[in-house]
């Protein structure tokens, strides 16, 4: 499975856009790119997901480079509720798709 | 949709006791669920993989005879901790994965806290 990399933690003003990197240079051409977060003492929530193309829902944008070697979470417009550890996960296609589950990084809304 | 549930969300047992918890898909079918533990501070580790109707396949390190898992409908599977010692006082956490799913995306469960005296 492809190592994920991302930073300890960042910090984000409430009202603005928080971009949250992940680094996955091994991926393979059929492993896709997940990310959840967890808010501290809860599961962990389903953001959104991608293989190729960039991906927008309701709650987040999935900007994936070209090569595939790293992906941006975009939240365009954080609360203090967004305060939570996210998690850039690259799923296996064998296995049973299993998550292997990195360190994550911490983000930080502030007022 | 695709909501995942988890009971009891806390429980505190005597070293020695067996305790039992179970994860239920309640809006989907689930043909594969999952089994994570959480140490304070620390990320989600992958303890097993549950498969309905079949033997569940442990990671590397877990011992399958110390954590029962029995996956025994499409939306219900249960661990049970054998024994329990203090050191397996952790935050268990679910996940189910839907039948139809073909991106293979996970719901999580809103995870059960165990306290071993």
């Known amino acids: 499975d492809a190592k994920t990399t991302q930073p300890p933690s960042m910090d984000c003003a409430e009202g603005r856009a928080a971009n949250l990197p992940c680094n996955h240079s091994t991926i393979s051409g059929n492993e896709y790119v997940y990310w959840y977060r967890q808010i501290h003492s809860q599961g962990p929530q389903y953001i959104i997901h991608g293989l190729k193309n960039n991906e927008t829902n309701e709650m987040a944008s999935l900007i994936i480079t070209e090569d595939r070697k790293s992906s941006t979470l975009i939240l365009p417009h954080a609360t203090l509720r967004d305060t939570a550890v996210y998690y850039c996960i690259v799923r296996s296609l064998y296995n049973f798709n299993k998550f292997y589950f990195g360190s994550g990084t911490k983000l930080n809304v502030k007022p | 949709g695709a909501v995942v549930s988890q009971h009891p969300s806390r429980v505190i047992c005597k070293s020695g006791t067996s305790v039992k918890i179970e994860c239920r898909s309640l809006?989907?079918?689930?043909?594969?669920m999952f089994w994570y533990r959480q140490f304070p501070k620390q990320s989600l580790m992958l303890m097993a993989t549950s498969n309905e109707g079949s033997k569940a396949t442990y990671e590397q390190g877990v011992e399958k005879d110390k954590f029962l898992i029995n996956h025994a409908s499409l939306t219900l599977s249960t661990l049970t901790v054998t024994s329990a010692h203090p050191e397996d006082s952790s935050f268990y956490i679910c996940s189910a994965r839907p039948g139809t799913s073909g991106s293979g995306t996970q719901y999580f469960g809103p995870g059960t806290r165990l306290l071993v005296l």
């Open positions: 809006d989907f079918q689930a043909t594969t």
